[in-house]
């Protein structure tokens, strides 16, 4: 009888696991997507102006964003996943169901509270490091795009805005 309340806990366990991780990586693609979007609207359009670049630096740039996009979407994706796969639960009476079977709901979330914390790990990774080292690196690829699409239409008799800064180039006589 024993063994039997051990198997039916472990089937418990990766049922929910399996149902916030399908949910999981569906929002944070969601989320992921929508803040990617907005900072390509802001930061990477300046790099599709440019002619000098090209698919591969596009790539590297958006690349760039997406650990620092993660460390937001992370977070947002596990509270969403779990408002979702518990609200259809509580829906479906699954909820009662796991109740009803003398399981407490405490000891039902342990794995999707274990998961949390695993995430909550990553997100400090990406919060902490990877996010603000990758944020750095992308600024500095498009500052060096930028700066030297400058320098190749800096041209005699023209004004050229850069930012708050505007340049005007004139011929020196003398």
């Not at 996009?69 to 979702?84: E, N, Q």
């Not at 320098?151 to 011929?171: F, P």
Request: glycine share 8%; with cysteine.
């Amino acid at each position: 009888m024993r063994r039997s309340v051990r198997e039916s806990m472990k089937t418990l366990h990766l049922y929910l696991l399996r149902q916030v991780m399908a949910t999981l990586v569906v929002t944070v693609s969601v989320f992921a997507f929508v803040l990617l979007l907005g900072n390509v609207l802001k930061d990477v359009l300046d790099l599709l102006a440019s002619p000098r670049t090209t698919a591969g630096l596009l790539f590297q740039a958006l690349g760039l964003l997406i650990p620092f996009v993660l460390s937001f979407a992370l977070p947002i994706g596990m509270l969403t996943a779990s408002l979702l796969t518990f609200g259809r639960l509580s829906a479906d009476q699954e909820l009662t169901a796991i109740r009803a079977g003398g399981i407490s709901l405490a000891s039902a979330i342990v794995p999707v509270v274990a998961l949390s914390l695993v995430l909550c790990g990553v997100c400090f990774w990406f919060i902490g490091d990877l996010g603000p080292r990758s944020r750095v690196a992308f600024k500095e690829l498009r500052d060096s795009v930028l700066r030297s699409q400058a320098t190749l239409s800096l041209g005699e008799g023209r004004y050229l805005e850069m930012g708050s800064v505007t340049l005007y180039a004139r011929k020196v006589h003398g």
